[in-house]
């Protein structure tokens, strides 16, 4: 099973020149969550997505929910930080998982690791595709789309882990997981240049 964190702050920065006068006043920041201190809904522990580091059961750090029929969930975000300064436009997208929030009844299952790894690994295919969309926003454009495309973002990649857990049965359809193992790693292949 699979939760996506949003953590939607959309910061129009109509005061920016007053404040920082070196700023421009194009600078927005979406779905930005700063990952060096705690929100109310997500503590500063995180685990940024690596080809080099797979989850374990012990980044599952969360209380298990006993009403929930399912045996995990992983709590996942795509941080995005964007703006101009200096007429210079920049962008940063993390994928990341968030242990305090992420949970398993079955700890001793890797078919179910396997299983919340890919949601994660989804995540990043996600991340990747965001960090190549991006690339099409400047300083005089970036208030009209950069909400909109994040949005969108969000969006698809909401729809498509609920696609995965449903087509996978939640894992339970091994045929099925082996599948969209396969077409992750061919996506994240794919998309190599914007890890």
Known sequence: MFTF????????????????????AAAISVARTDLNSPTENS????VIWSTDRRLS???FKGL?????PHHAL???????????????YTYKVKCVFLPQQSWSKKKSSDKLLAHEQLHFDLTEVHARQLRHDLQTISCSNLK?????????????WKAEQD???????HGLDKDEQQAWAAS????????????
Not at 163 to 169: C, N, P, T
């Open 184 to 195: 992750i790693a061919a996506r994240l292949k794919k998309l190599e240049a914007y890890q």
């Open 5 to 24: 964190t949003l953590f939607l702050s959309v910061w129009a920065r109509i005061l920016l020149p007053l404040l920082y006068p070196e700023a421009s």
């Open 144 to 156: 009209a789309k950069l909400g909109l495309m994040v949005n969108e973002a969000f969006k698809r």
């Open 74 to 88: 992983t709590a996942a975000n795509l941080a995005v930080n964007a703006g101009c300064k200096n007429n210079q």
């Open 64 to 68: 298990p929910d006993d009403t929930n």
């Open 57 to 59: 059961w012990d980044d």
């Open 43 to 46: 503590t500063s522990e995180t």
């Open 163 to 169: 696609l995965f857990d449903q087509a996978s049965k």
